[in-house]
């Protein structure tokens, strides 16, 4: 049952860590333009990244891809309509002290 299984290949991608006053990021970029889609796994290998504050680091690292199956995929996608409204919830207004 093809809908039920999960796929999975290796890469490479170009991680961008930035900590300075301005960002605090982290970036994967993956090699051969690579799309990720709902419910997609990407597990970058390797030795955590560490950057000191007023520092920007690139480096290359494997990664895996795991592709969704289609039911997984279809899920993700129904269930991140009900995230989505969550963040309905939060105001952007300002709040006067009275």
Do not use: Q
Request: glycine residues 6%; contains cysteine; proline residues 2%.
């Amino acid at each position: 049952m093809i809908a039920l299984r999960r796929t999975s290949f290796d890469t490479t991608c170009r991680v961008e860590v930035e900590h300075s006053d301005e960002f605090l990021c982290a970036h994967v970029v993956l090699a051969n333009d690579v799309a990720v889609g709902p419910g997609d796994c990407v597990r970058v290998h390797g030795a955590p990244i560490s950057v000191g504050f007023g520092e920007r680091r690139v480096v290359e690292r494997a990664v895996t891809v795991e592709r969704a199956s289609t039911v997984t995929r279809l899920w993700t996608k129904f269930v991140g309509h009900f995230e989505m409204a969550e963040l309905y919830e939060v105001s952007f207004s300002d709040r006067t002290t009275l």
